[in-house]
């Protein structure tokens, strides 16, 4: 069965800090994917990789960074925390551009 | 550039009801489209994938179609039950990542 996993449910951190969210799927997919989705927003893709090592900028890259260095596991990386990125942060999978994506069960970051 | 509109944007039906959900997109010149189900504080989870080359798929209480020319999908769910209260997004990927419409809260009163 297909997984993608996130190294957290809840997460609280103080503005200034520096954060790292993880994403791990189990299915030998090239791409991965990092959104956030805030009320009355939608989902908004923050940066996505389609190979190890490789990465491009989504939507709202702004404040965030990515690192993927091995296949599996995609993190993101907010290098000062602020109160506007307070949200819930997605990660997915999938096995190319146009195919079926797959979600994690996202991670609730809250920022103070 | 791609933009998806859900209508409605929420809707409560008596459980056993048979309903449809709208998806529109502006470009038809895409690859697939999407069909999840999000749970209030949880990830989403897909429920149906329609190339851009099948007029439509289907799972279980669920079925979607797709009109590319229109730009439009609709996933219809039959025999509703409280189960199925849940926000359902559609999502469409062209020759870039999904680009998703924010979703049609949909409730299913017992």
Redesign the interface.
Known sequence: DVK?TQSSRYLVKRTGEKVFLECVQDMDHENM?WYRQDP????R?IY?SYDVKMKEK?DIPEGYSVSREKKERFSLILESASTNQTS?Y?C?SASG??????????T?LTVL | KQEVTQIPAALSVPEGENLVLNCSFTDSAI??L?W?RQDP??????LL?IQSSQREQTSGRLNASLDKSSGRSTLYIAASQPGDSATY?C?V??????V????TRLSVIA
């Open positions: 993608v994917f009355g927003l939608g989902l893709l996505f989504g819930m997605l997915a551009i146009g195919f079926e994506q797959f979600f994690g069960p996202g609730r | 690859y697939n999407q999840f504080g949880k990830g989403l989870t897909s994938l997004l999502a990927s062209g020759n870039t990542p999904l998703f419409g924010k979703g």
